[in-house]
């Protein structure tokens, strides 16, 4: 089966967002392989969800791990591509305008946190791409 594509999160089969396991998909009722086991943005809990069902029910993306609740950041009305968890080597060529944007957005952290941050230490950082005009944006979360 070939595995779907997000638009907003290209780099989602990358992550720890889904799971080899084998059963029966909850919504479809298909045998399926591969299981989500992201967060979800919808109201009601389900055991195992496959890729199709997953995107027959147009559920509006897929979201990532977070320490709080996780931030989908937006550009000219549209949500941003998700790139990936970030420390600070990662956002090292986007520096200027992640420090622009990260002062303009208003977020509750001083501009020295942005060489604190890890992908999966105490100060996490998010990586987003505006996919209109290319602008790097980043969200900081802490335990």
Known sequence: MKLPQFKYHPNVYDLDLFEE???ECSICHQERSLRYAGPFIVLKILSIMSLVSLLTNMLKNTKYHSWQQDEWLSHY???CIFLGYADTDTIQP???EIKEEFIESGQNYSI???ND??????????LFQCAQCGIHKLHIDDD
């Open 21 to 23: 396991e084998h059963g």
């Open 77 to 79: 009305n549209e949500p």
């Open 94 to 96: 986007f520096c200027d």
């Open 112 to 114: 020295e946190m942005l």
């Open 117 to 126: 941050i890890s992908k999966d230490g105490h100060v996490v950082g998010y």
